[in-house]
């Protein structure tokens, strides 16, 4: 059985940081490759990054990008993201979630392609 644990979500005050985990099992972990997906109050999901099966592509949504570090352990079958100079904005509920396809080798934006969903961490960023 696939399984996503996030965690590492929190309150936080404007432009600090947090560094979200996602503890995978139930599938090859280093075949896939493997996103961040937040859902921010009253709006629908968004894609925020990937990162390939080795960890040697990675890709951020405009929003994020130089804020935010998508990175995995393989050996460890963990998945992380690292935020920094976080804003009111960037308050949502991160997912973690896995690539449908094993082993692809463009990274997807697209969310349908993202087939296993963990529960989601809470992280809000407020003074």
């Known amino acids: 059985e696939v399984q996503l644990v996030e965690s590492g979500g929190g309150l936080v005050q404007p432009g600090g940081s947090l560094r979200l985990s996602c503890a995978a099992s139930?599938?090859?972990?280093?075949?896939?490759?493997m996103a961040w997906v937040r859902q921010a109050p009253g709006q629908g999901p968004e894609w925020v990054s990937a990162i390939s099966t080795n960890g040697g592509g990675t890709a951020y949504a405009f929003s994020v990008k130089g804020r935010f570090t998508i990175s995995r352990d393989n050996a460890e079958n963990m998945l992380y993201l690292e935020m920094n100079s976080l804003q009111p904005e960037d308050t949502a509920v991160y997912y973690c979630?896995?690539?449908?396809?094993?082993?692809?080798?463009?990274?997807?934006?697209?969310?349908?392609?993202?087939?296993?969903w963990g529960q989601g961490t809470e992280v809000t960023v407020s003074s």
């Open positions: 139930g599938f090859a972990f280093r075949a896939h490759a």
């Open positions: 979630a896995k690539d449908g396809q094993s082993g692809r080798i463009e990274l997807s934006q697209k969310l349908p392609e993202y087939t296993y």
